[in-house]
């Protein structure tokens, strides 16, 4: 059974066949590629983009869409083996897999961490569970990692770019002032140097560093690439020639489930900020963000309503690549 959990399992060139055909669902939207098949969406946390985009997607492939929010108009579900389940959640992921593998073809998660213990968080455990006990694909909506927002955001910088290789990348850390998942920017360092680009993380100190996993990964798959791969806490030179800079906020993992206490340290580096005086250092850089945005907060208007901003193509090209990964995993499990 091929599951899509994280990109990190999938070779380049597959996760560009997938690109390539949504460049052409792009262009030919309606298409009855999915008649009669059945996707169900479960959202553990909100969603505007990922929830609107899957469901016309399911919809335009001629497929139906069945959204659920455990705990709301859904059954809470318990996800530990051998629990005595006296508490809040009414069912066990491994009924509930096997029964929504019954109704549908699809099974899509979207699972936030719980932001208390990044040991247990990381392992990730709502959608591993789920595509444990489904017979039928899963795929990933966002959980410690969000490889649909990838595909999304490859696709926009090679409609704009071309070619990939040897771009100096920019994955920069910026203040929001809240503790948010590091599964974007997680992504962002797997995709970036999976697609052979020079890349660099920026962050304000060494606690702002993200999870050694995805570093070694990011390391690994610019040394196979013939790319670098290097961690600043500079902002001048970090941003100095880039061709794409990509903006993200974070919780440092030290301070994991202590957000108080990490709030004053935060607090300091507000002049992370994206803001034309930055952009200029660049080569003339393309600019996104996964959205959504705190604008003159992550960054400026000037930035935002900039031609160099692709933040909005990048959003929308999450409709067609889902397309095309729903497509492929239906037709490869068949």
Aim: with cysteine.
């Amino acid at each position: 059974m091929q599951h899509f959990l994280t990109s990190e399992h999938w070779q380049q060139p597959k996760l560009q066949q997938l690109i390539d055909f949504a460049k052409d669902l792009k262009k030919n939207p309606i298409q009855p590629l999915l008649r009669n098949k059945t996707i169900a969406l479960l959202f553990f946390n909100p969603s505007l983009r990922t929830r609107t985009s899957f469901e016309i997607g399911a919809f335009q492939l001629g497929a139906k869409a069945v959204v659920l929010q455990p705990g709301k108009d859904a059954w809470p579900i318990e996800f530990e083996l051998g629990s005595v389940m006296d508490g809040e959640a009414e069912e066990h992921v491994i009924e509930v897999a096997q029964v929504l593998s019954s109704y549908c073809d699809l099974i899509a998660i979207r699972a936030f961490p719980k932001f208390q213990d990044w040991n247990l968080d990381k392992q990730d455990k709502v959608i591993n569970s789920f595509a444990q006990y489904s017979s039928v694909p899963v795929i990933n909506m966002e959980t410690i990692t969000h490889p649909c927002q990838e595909l999304a955001h490859i696709m926009a910088l090679q409609e704009k770019l071309g070619d990939l290789k040897g771009k100096k990348y920019l994955l920069t850390w910026t203040y929001h002032p809240k503790p948010l998942n590091t599964a974007v920017a997680n992504s962002s360092l797997l995709i970036a140097s999976k697609f052979g680009m020079d890349l660099t993380l920026l962050c304000p100190t060494k606690d702002y560093i993200l999870d050694q996993h995805y570093v070694e990964q990011a390391q690994t798959s610019c040394l196979n690439n013939q790319q670098k791969f290097q961690i600043s806490h500079d902002i001048d030179s970090a941003y100095q020639d880039a061709d794409i800079v990509y903006a993200k906020s974070w919780g440092p993992l030290p301070f994991y489930g202590n957000w108080q206490a990490e709030k004053a340290i935060r607090d300091q580096y507000k002049h992370f900020i994206v803001d034309k005086n930055k952009m200029d250092k660049t080569n003339s850089a393309l600019f996104s963000h996964c959205l959504p945005l705190r604008r003159n907060v992550k960054a400026t208007d000037e930035v935002m309503d900039s031609a160099s901003c692709i933040a909005t193509l990048e959003a929308e090209n999450r409709l067609h690549v889902q397309k095309s990964l729903m497509h492929h995993l239906v037709n490869h499990n068949s």
